[in-house]
């Protein structure tokens, strides 16, 4: 139990008075902005990048500077996981397809990138072919070839050296698990795997088990793109990637930040999505969350790397000043709780249920912002953006007002054989703003009730090894995992399918923390991707996610909503639902 409890109890109440204010300084003001199109130190006016495009411009030049208070998860296309290392590894890394740049839903448009088109899908559903393009290349000039393409597939079999990452390529392309990865590939050019073939250096063919109507999707992630043999370091690989992109790495160091410059190699003809506007991207990384925030609004970065919106200090001084710069984004995320129904008492139903009543979302939501700058209270397990989504709320969330239900807490503790509550420790990562406090809110309610929970602090980077490893969280005896989640793609499989399928669980950089493995889960997944009608698919997702809910293995407590600093100088920002709406980074310039 952590010893703070006075200063802890001190900030939660506190958060509930800033979020008063700040509501009530939000809700004054035009949200109408000026129409500078080249940055001028005013900021293109309040929520122009959440409702358009703030400040167009087609401008080249400039040095664009990211600061962010957690680093990528890996800068290796194959083990990426964290939104922000996707959206920001368009600047290197390319796939056969990508998503449109373009603000708001249209984003999530899937068009070619690599290849000149979108597939030719044959067999029933389960064969895509696709050409490449002419003049697409490596850093170093030579072609990229379709055998490229396929060796950098090929790695995320590699799951002993390529830890994180995506696994729905694995899945749909070698369900029964048979090829080994590259590194343990015997034949002499190490394409190995039969479900993909390549022809010739222009053609590529992907054969799937079944068929499954998000595939491209899947092939639009950043497990998707090339990897030159030559170049690959396996697990070193994330410390000199190389490029296929506008963007080259200069430097990077794990944990302080990187250096981009151009890619000269690159062809604009060749690329219809990426706009390569700056000369130079730099990305710092600061631990301090309140100190980047003021480095923001003094003007020396342009914008927050991982883009989970601006502290309560900061984004009270920044609404009260500097209004004119600020986007007040409705997200994809949810912020939740994890259940480790592997880690006692949690495997015990009734307990999980008594950690959910006992709950104080409000607070939880409190220290996130509140509504305005937090999001609203969350009752189950998928995004309203996501078809299939509803109301159920199966726990009487918003019946109580988000206030915990001690009576029903107290219940189940009698329920589980726990009477007298249990202990436990919540797990929070450190440099996620909010998750340490969302703990800390979470631990002084089951207080209340007997459950004394200490609360550990992590880091986000190392997140893949910890919370990401059944084998960890056992050890340590993390038995609640305060973290966040959006879609991998807008669908109900692109949600919930890696925490919930127990096919999904991994002794490595795993998603389905909780363990949850229950037949009739997994075989939602399964009807629902056998279906055509995305309607009928939306129907299964539904029922899918109330039976999740009725598990009790996961604890939604908001669906995200946050403010996002833009410096007057940054153009081109604009929401993008294909990177659960943050900026399209690749679309982003700097007025020098």
């Keep these: 139990m952590t010893p703070l409890r006075s200063s802890r109890t001190q900030r939660i109440a506190g958060a509930a008075l ?39 411009s087609t401008k080249k030049g400039g040095t664009l500077k990211f600061i962010g208070k957690q680093d990528f998860d890996s800068t290796d296309p194959q083990r990426q996981y964290y939104g922000m290392a996707w959206d920001f590894s368009r600047f290197y890394a390319r796939q056969l397809i990508s998503y449109t740049p373009k603000p708001g839903q249209a984003s999530a448009e899937l ?23 002419d003049g697409v290349n490596w850093e170093d000039g030579t072609p990229i070839t379709s055998k490229d393409i396929k060796y950098g597939i090929q790695r995320i079999w590699a799951t002993d050296v390529i830890t994180g990452g995506p696994s729905y390529l694995r899945q749909v392309l070698d369900p029964k698990g048979e090829y080994k990865g590259p590194y343990k590939d015997t034949t002499p050019d190490k394409l190995g795997l039969k479900a993909i073939q390549t022809p010739d250096d222009k053609t590529i063919v992907f054969n799937l088990a079944t068929p499954n109507g998000d595939f491209e999707q899947m092939l639009a992630m950043p497990s998707g793109s090339p990897l030159k043999k030559e170049k690959d370091t396996a697990g070193k690989y994330q410390l000199k990637p190389f490029s296929s992109g506008p963007y080259k790495f200069q430097s990077y160091s794990p944990k302080k930040g990187a250096v981009l410059v151009r890619n000269d190699k690159w062809q604009r003809s060749s690329d219809p999505i990426r706009a390569a506007l700056p000369d130079k991207i730099t990305v710092t ?19 927050d790397l991982n883009a989970t919106g601006m502290g309560q200090a900061g984004r009270t001084k920044a609404i009260k000043e500097h209004r004119e710069n600020l986007d007040n984004i409705e997200t994809s995320f949810i912020r939740y709780v994890d259940i480790a ?27 996130r912002g509140g509504p305005e700058a937090g999001g609203e209270l969350a009752t189950n397990m998928l995004p309203k953006s996501i078809k ?13 007002k988000g206030k915990p239900d001690e009576a029903k807490a107290k219940a189940a503790l009698k329920a589980c054989g726990k009477p007298s509550g249990f202990t436990t420790t919540i797990s929070a990562r450190s440099n996620q703003p909010g998750e340490v406090q969302s703990a800390e809110a979470l631990q002084q309610s089951l207080q209340a009730v007997g459950i004394k929970a200490e609360v550990e602090s992590i880091d986000g980077a190392e997140s893949a090894s910890i919370t990401g ?32 399928d127990g096919r999904f669980i991994a002794p490595n950089g795993n998603y389905n923390v909780s363990e949850t493995n229950d037949p009739k889960i997994n075989k939602f997944f399964d009807d629902a991707l056998k279906e055509t009608d ?3 698919a939306a129907a299964i997702y539904q029922q899918m996610n109330h039976a999740v809910a009725d598990l009790a293995v996961q604890m939604p407590f908001v669906y995200e909503k946050n403010f996002t600093w833009r410096s007057s100088r940054l153009t081109n920002a604009y929401s993008s639902a294909a990177y659960s709406g943050r900026y399209d980074y690749v679309s982003l310039g700097v007025v020098k």
Excluded: H
Aim: aromatic share 8%.
């Design 534 to 536: 995305p309607g009928k």
């Design 388 to 400: 299939g989504s509803d109301d159920y709320d199966p726990y009487g969330i918003l019946a109580r």
């Design 285 to 303: 990384i600061n631990s301090n969350i309140e100190a980047i925030d003021e480095l923001l609004i003094k003007g020396e970065y342009d914008l």
């Design 111 to 133: 068009v070619p990138d690599l290849a000149k088109g979108k597939a030719q899908i044959t067999n029933d559903g389960k064969t895509y072919t696709y050409q490449l393009r």
């Design 341 to 367: 129904t592997k880690v006692a008492p949690f495997d015990n139903i009734e307990c999980r249920k008594a950690v959910i009543y006992a709950a104080d979302y409000a607070s939880m939501q409190a220290v």
């Design 469 to 500: 490893s059944p084998a960890v969280v056992k050890k340590r005896g993390l038995g609640l995992i305060v973290t966040g989640w959006a879609p991998d793609f807008p669908t109900g499989q692109g949600f919930s399918q890696p925490l919930v």
């Design 18 to 56: 800033m979020v008063a204010a700040l509501t009530a300084t939000a809700a004054c003001g035009g949200g109408g902005g000026s129409k500078d199109e080249g940055g001028d130190g005013k900021g293109a006016g309040y929520n122009a990048g959440a409702k358009g495009i703030a400040n167009p």
